[in-house]
């Protein structure tokens, strides 16, 4: 049968065409009847590969399979982010009618984009900064701890990486609030800080300003780093718990020195754990701006705030999403190019 | 051998792709996710005898220690079953959450809320609002006579007063070791990072604008505070200012992490009560007064409940017991000689019942028109750093 065999071909065109559907239905392409036309051809789309499928014979239902198994995935993907980073990227070329309008006329305005560099710049070094060296810093924490759960831990392994976890059971903006406690200028850790008087030692290291620890960027700073630490710690843990020991026996058999041992051995075979963990902390941590509201200063605003700003307070949703696309496309540019020096190709 | 490893390559390059498209994914989701939650806003009370009130925080008298609340006395008092919420955070958040709804002729679900001035001025001009029953109320006339036909609203038939006060500078005096008098100690070097400002524009820049000697009253350019915002921008970037802040400016007043913010009168008195340490004062240079005034989103249903509750809260008796609670200033007649009976002591605060020496240090904002108050918001927001 001429259908069975082209069967391949519909299942593909299929996802395409149903995939185009809903792209065109969540990011709202027209308007009342049309829509109703939009949902009609994807249904008929998605009937039509189950009746071949149905009546194909076993030949045309293993050549539908591999597309029948990709649906779901794609078509949620079509729904839930091609969709919005359409509209995302639409609002961002956009013009408001008035300034308390809500509707939006698609312009081109490219200018969007130059009031998101000229007007954010510094929310966008700031977010990039911090969270970059919040990710190191949570390697330089979380890799020690993972070394010794994993290969130190014995029986108490479960117990140890239960007590990693346990904080994180509470919500992230009371964590975070906390913290502002913690560090508030009658506090307890200023208090000790002032009895020993190592204030100037904490200014002049640039972790206090003026006298206080709270509101200051080392708080911003430590807030992600705490706030993402298991991000980093886990899977570190995975990648270390995997290793054989008696890789490490080897190497010293054949006269390694402990650090060496580590160097070649150990540390290279955690690095997709570095990497996934780096991925997961940097990425959030850059959008992030609880931790700059609640632990920072006007002077230390992410870009996190200023997007949340402009949707939320001043009704700029073009100018928002013009950040917001900013933001995305630098976090995906630097990904990549981390992907490309350090995400080696033995990970696995 | 060599073929595993091929395979290994391909899943090392999807599980890479597959975190490209989630971290798209996440900013993505950041994004959308506000938007969504303001569409999902609306929704439908039920007419007839109920009544849903969305208010400012810890700005009506609750049940508590044996007193009956406002609340309650009204339900009791007219059979309606009223909603009472404190949703009310911010004047700009909040037109945001409700302008995608309003704008599309799409009504909210509380039947009143109470803006400030400029805020409920803006919705009335922008026709958002519905004209209140005040043909229903026999205690209309208690209503002060300087909020008859104010700015805001000059026919007057939008909006009622719920309560007013000043801004002023509230401090910690175990903070600061000395008295503040005047808008000039906010600027004080002894004082940096310990400076909390609000994010009502009009509140922190009256203040500011005052103390350059410029008349808020009869602002009408946006070049004539221009000197006042770079005032705050440079003492911004100084690092003076710990945080600009709405009404949590209250918590880190107490915690001593502020030595002194621009602060609400009322607040700050509520405060005093338990903390000694805190006090308001009235800058030399001048406060700013302004009232939050009561306004029907368009669409309102209960109608009749709003005008036994406008009612209600317009007998001076019933206004007392507020007043005595939140320690504002009071927009109805006779209120003083009620509380006087209450509380003799608070009836004699020029802080709730100015005297003329303090009454002469507050000024009212000029009514801006639309395009001064937008740099006027402009260039506020860009300071304010978020």
Redesign the interface.
């Known amino acids: 049968m001429m259908l069975a065999k082209r069967a391949d071909g519909f299942g593909l065109g299929a996802i395409a065409v149903a995939s185009v559907c809903l792209v065109a239905l969540g990011a709202g392409w027209f308007d009342g009847p049309l829509n109703a036309l939009v949902v009609l051809v994807l249904v008929s789309v998605v009937l039509g590969v189950a009746l071949i499928a149905a009546v194909g014979g076993p030949e045309a239902r293993r050549l539908l399979a591999p597309y029948g198994l990709m649906k779901p995935g794609l078509l949620w ?1 079509a729904l ?2 091609l969709a ?2 359409w ?2 990227v639409r609002i961002s070329l956009s013009t408001k009618e008035s ?4 509707q939006y006329d698609f312009t081109w305005a490219f200018e969007n984009y130059t009031r998101a560099f000229s ?1 954010f710049g510094g929310q966008f070094q700031r977010a990039f900064l911090y969270s970059a060296i919040a990710t190191v810093l949570t390697i330089a924490i979380g890799y020690p701890v993972a070394y010794v759960i994993a290969f130190r831990g014995g029986r108490f392994k479960n117990i140890l990486l239960g007590l990693v976890v346990i904080p994180f059971f509470t919500s992230y903006l009371i964590r975070t609030i906390a913290w502002s ?1 913690i560090l ?4 307890p850790i200023v208090s000790v800080l002032r009895t020993f008087g190592l204030v100037g030692v904490f200014e002049f290291l640039q972790i206090m ?2 006298g ?1 620890l ?2 200051t960027p080392a708080a911003v700073i430590g807030g992600l780093t705490y706030n993402f630490l298991p991000f980093m710690l886990l899977p570190i843990y995975v990648s270390l718990e995997k290793i054989d020991p008696n890789l490490v026996n080897a190497a010293m058999d054949l006269y390694s020195s402990p650090t060496e041992a580590f160097r070649k051995v150990v540390f290279p075979l955690s690095m997709p754990g570095v990497f ?1 963990g780096t ?1 997961l902390t940097f ?2 941590a850059a ?1 992030d701006f609880v931790n700059a509201q609640f632990l920072g ?3 230390t ?1 992410m870009i ?6 402009q ?5 700029n ?1 073009p100018v ?2 013009a950040m ?1 696309t900013v ?2 496309v630098g ?2 540019a630097l ?2 190019i981390y ?1 490309r020096f350090f ?1 080696t ?4 | 051998m060599k073929k595993r490893n091929n395979i ?2 391909q ?2 390059g999807l ?2 792709r597959e ?3 989630r ?6 989701a ?3 996710l ?2 969504l939650l303001a569409a999902c806003g609306g929704g439908s009370s039920g007419g007839g005898n109920s009544l849903f009130f969305d208010n400012w925080p810890l700005y009506i008298d609750p049940s508590e220690d044996g007193a009956v609340g406002t609340v309650e006395r009204f339900n009791a008092a007219s059979g309606v079953e009223m909603t009472y919420t404190e949703a009310y955070n ?1 004047n ?2 909040y ?3 409700i ?2 709804l309003l ?2 002729g799409q009504r909210i679900e509380p039947d009143l809320i109470a803006p400030t001035f400029w805020m409920a001025g ?1 919705l009335i001009s ?1 026709g958002w609002v519905d004209k209140l029953p005040l043909g229903q109320m026999s205690n209309l006339g208690n209503l002060e006579d300087n909020y008859v036909k104010p700015p805001w609203d000059p026919t007057g038939e939008f909006s009622l007063p719920w309560q007013a006060g000043t801004a002023g500078i509230a401090y910690n005096i175990d903070v600061t070791g000395r008295e503040i008098k005047s808008t000039a100690d906010l600027f004080d070097p002894a004082f ?3 400076i909390g400002m609000l994010t009502e524009m009009r509140d922190t820049m009256g203040l500011i604008l005052m103390s350059q000697g410029v008349d808020i009253a009869t602002i009408s350019s946006f070049d004539q505070a221009a000197a006042s915002f770079d005032l705050l921008a440079k003492a ?2 100084d ?1 003076q ?4 802040t709405g009404n949590d400016y209250i918590d880190d007043l107490v ?3 502020y030595a002194a913010c621009v602060g609400w009168s009322g607040d700050v008195l509520q405060l005093g009560k338990d903390s000694p340490n805190i006090r308001f004062v009235v800058p030399e240079e001048g406060g700013t007064l302004w009232a939050d005034v009561m306004v029907m989103p368009k669409g309102t249903e209960n109608v009749d409940a709003v005008a036994k509750w406008l009612d209600f809260v317009y007998d001076p008796v019933e206004a007392a017991q507020i007043t005595a609670y939140v320690q504002y200033f009071s927009p109805v007649k006779g209120v003083r000689e009620e509380v006087a009976k209450i509380d003799p002591e608070l009836a004699e605060n020029p802080l709730v019942f100015p005297d003329t020496a303090t009454a002469s240090r507050l000024k009212s904002w000029a009514n801006l028109s ?1 395009d001064v108050d ?1 740099q006027f ?1 402009d260039a506020f ?6």
């Open positions: 993907m839930f982010f919005p980073v509209s995302l300034r308390f309008s809500v007007d406690t508030a200028d009658q506090g300003e003026n206080k709270l509101n996934a991925l990425i959030p959008g200063n006007p002077n605003t996190g705030n200023s997007i949340q700003d949707f939320l307070r001043q009704n949703y928002a999403s917001s933001l995305m976090i995906t990904v990549l992907t995400g190709e033995e990970l696995a | 290994n390559q899943r090392a599980s890479r975190f490209l498209i971290s798209g994914a996440l900013g993505v950041g994004v959308s506000p938007a911010d700009d958040e037109f945001a959450k302008q995608p704008g599309a803006r922008l940096k990072g310990k911004k970037a690092g200012i710990r945080a600009f915690s001593g992490n639309e937008a918001a927001s860009g300071i304010t750093g978020a």
